[in-house]
């Protein structure tokens, strides 16, 4: 039925968004897709700036959505305009825009589409109702709009746009093989082969929305003289005045919504005396000196039994809302009730749950600690988050507050208020890490080969005997993989690590030529030539404090992109060791991105003059290769950094003979094999070049 409305073709390319367990995902996202043969992306993050990296890297060409996130992306190049003062010319554009064809539209917004990645065409939105007014701005922008209406009860489609018959007010003509009709009282029921049989093991509540085959939507709508269904919104939302005449909140909504001094509007029925109703506006302002104008422009468009008879600001920042972000209209009743049985806003709001401030929850979530204790003078690091769990909670801020704040704004020592206060005051603009991409290209790739092979390698031998050890447990491992290693080799005249280059001679060739290398941002990078030649070597720069998320995003995009990574989950480089615990950013790589971890000890027998004056010349080492460890999804991040942890301690046991060789449970029986200058280890150990 969906290729009947929608031709999916090859060229397609779906970023899914919506969770699986969405039936609209599902359909729309999944099978749909998949009947045509086109190509579905599910990205690594859900966060704005993860999703635009991807769309761009992807060549993604549509995607499905619910409204509220059409709206946060609407808000997000708004956002930029008024950030960049551009403002005004983006409102010119729009208006320009709506003269012209859809290919002049793109070329008119052709800096939205290069944040796109060029080839975004197509936006499918569903689950909840879809401002008209935002729709038109998507189709300004160039980038065609279908909606569809429907339930999981019927599977999920019953009525959707086709592409050339469309209205950007309506939701589509009935889903092939649906038969919608309009009952007396407004409501939308509908009939098909898609209509569920009922509830499992609930015959009352089946009952109750089924009758001779059709279904009882509870949402009101209307079908046109084209058979186009509008929706007029929920059945038990709609108002009923004392003279029977119906009220339906969401056109009253949307009249408010087009004065730029109201940022969001509720419509309810609040009972007065005498069993009378009065429509009444509830009101999130962004000027609120303007509330009583902005009602009053209102009602200047909405007949008489619609006019707003009185409103309220509401004393939040937000309204409380369900999961799907609608807006829990009971809660926001009773609230009124309460005010006008003598409460004051204030009373109101501070005997509110405390999950109506989303700044306690998420912390509270994050830190697996009880709201109350989240107090204003509370630090981050008082509450429990470290360095990751403070990448967590800003995530979370962006992706369900819309304020990005960078991780060096914040510190162990900043406090809650003080979070409160950067995220009243975060504009949404993104300040991108940038990593250089020239070093994965293949040029850089030759030369980087011939750099490691005529002069890094050679230097190793002869400044040490190279030995690896287990090479064949990670011969046939599939990448991408995670390379975690112990950082204990390098110099004590000079601080400079040699061990990632010794693990590159110990992996076979396929796997180095696709691995890139994690190195402290500032030790490594701030030094230009040195950061020209660990770039030329394929490192990146990992922050171990500061921008800990754009490290870890570049990792996941590298991991996507089919390159392994190998990092040193120590964090720095101790001489000689013993082991410090390992950061807890591999395990939650590992465990996200579904990738093996190899687990390498770098075990040095005697050192050579480049490490210690004084020295012999010629020291010398091994490199022991572990089993590649696979963690479940939905492990725990910080078990998974543990098993690896073990892995590698289990390695440094067998090279110092405190197991058997071979009797590792990490490992089958080792190959030991000597690297000799100019050669490379191969997977039978018998030291030939490969």
Same mark, same amino acid.
């Given at each position: ?12 390319? @779906?970023?899914? =968004? $919506?969770?699986? #367990? ?12 998949? !009947? *045509? +043969? ?65 290919? @002049?539209?793109? =070329? $008119?917004?052709? #800096? ?12 499918? !939105? *569903? +689950? ?563």
């Amino acid at each position: 039925g969906t290729c009947e409305v929608l031709t999916i073709a090859q060229g397609f390319r @779906l970023l899914s =968004l $919506l969770p699986l #367990s969405h039936m609209f995902e599902q359909t729309v996202g999944m099978l749909a897709p998949l !009947s *045509g +043969g086109a190509r579905i992306v599910y990205p690594v993050s859900r966060q704005p700036s993860a999703i635009f990296r991807t769309l761009a890297e992807n060549g993604i060409t549509m995607i499905c959505l619910v409204p509220q996130a059409l709206d946060l992306f609407m808000n997000a190049i708004e956002r930029e305009a008024r950030r960049t003062g551009r403002e005004g010319a983006l409102s010119k554009l729009f208006a320009i825009a709506e003269r012209l064809p859809k290919p @002049l539209r793109r =070329l $008119l917004f052709r #800096s939205v589409h290069a944040r796109f990645g060029g080839a975004f065409d197509l936006l499918i !939105s *569903g +689950g909840a109702y879809l401002d008209p007014a935002l729709a038109h701005r998507w189709e300004l922008m160039g980038i065609t709009v279908l909606q569809g209406y429907g339930a999981t009860e019927g599977a999920p489609i019953i009525a959707c746009d086709r592409l050339g018959q469309r209205k950007l007010d309506a939701v589509g003509k009935p889903y092939p093989g649906v038969e919608l009709r309009i009952a007396d009282d407004g409501e939308i029921l509908a009939s098909g082969p898609n209509i569920f049989p009922g509830y499992w093991r609930n015959p009352q509540a089946t009952a109750a929305v089924l009758d001779g085959g059709w279904y009882h939507t509870g949402d009101l709508g209307s079908i046109d003289a084209d058979g186009y269904l509008h929706l007029k919104g929920r059945k038990k939302d709609m108002i009923v005045l004392a003279n029977g005449q119906n009220v339906f909140p969401e056109d009253i909504e949307n009249e408010l919504a087009r004065n730029a001094a109201v940022e969001e509007a509720v419509v309810l029925g609040l009972p007065l005396e005498r069993g009378e109703v009065e429509v009444h506006a509830v009101l999130l302002m962004r000027d609120p000196a303007r509330a009583a104008e902005a009602v009053e422009a209102a009602n200047q468009h909405l007949a008489d039994h619609q006019r707003i008879r009185g409103f309220t600001l509401w004393p939040d920042e937000d309204f409380p809302r369900t999961p799907k972000r609608s807006v829990k209209k009971r809660d926001v009743l009773d609230r009124l009730m309460q005010m006008r049985a003598g409460a004051s806003p204030e009373q109101v709001l501070s005997d509110a749950p405390r999950d109506q401030k989303p700044i306690v929850r998420l912390i509270s979530e994050i830190a697996s600690i009880e709201s109350h204790q989240v107090q204003p003078e509370s630090s981050l690091g008082d509450i429990g988050l470290d360095s990751l769990g403070r990448v967590e909670l800003l995530s979370a801020i962006e992706d369900e507050l819309g304020a990005y704040i960078e991780e060096t704004l914040i510190s162990p020592e900043t406090t809650v208020a003080q979070l409160e206060t950067m995220v009243v005051e975060a504009q949404g603009g993104r300040v991108q890490t940038r990593f250089v991409s020239w070093p994965l290209g293949p040029l850089a790739g030759a030369a980087r080969e011939l750099f490691l092979q005529g002069l890094v390698f050679p230097v190793y031998h002869a400044f040490w005997r190279v030995r690896v050890v287990g090479r064949e447990r990670v011969r046939d491992v599939q990448q991408p993989v995670i390379i975690a290693a112990n950082h204990h080799f390098g110099s004590a005249r000079t601080s400079f690590g040699f061990d990632p280059a010794a693990i590159w001679m110990a992996l076979p060739r396929n796997l180095r030529l696709k691995t890139c290398t994690a190195g402290e941002e500032h030790s490594v990078f701030d030094e230009p030539i040195r950061g020209f030649f660990a770039r030329l070597c394929n490192a990146f720069p990992l922050s171990k404090s500061g921008n800990v998320r754009g490290s870890l995003e570049y990792i996941g995009r590298l991991l996507d992109l089919g390159w392994s990574v190998l990092i040193f989950p120590e964090g720095r480089l101790t001489l000689g060791g013993p082991m410090q615990p390992f950061l807890g950013g591999t395990g939650l790589i590992a465990v996200e991105g579904g990738t093996p971890v190899i687990p390498v000890y770098v075990h040095v027998e005697h050192e050579s003059v480049l490490q210690r004056k004084g020295a012999r010349r010629r020291g010398g080492f091994t490199i022991h290769l572990g089993e590649p460890l696979l963690f479940r999804p939905g492990s725990s991040h910080a078990e998974a950094t543990a098993r690896i942890e073990a892995a590698v301690v289990a390695l440094e046991a067998e090279a110092k003979g405190e197991v058997p060789t071979g009797a590792s449970p990490l490992a089958m029986p080792a190959t030991h094999a000597i690297l000799e200058p100019g050669s490379v280890v191969s997977g039978n150990g018998s030291g030939s070049r490969d």
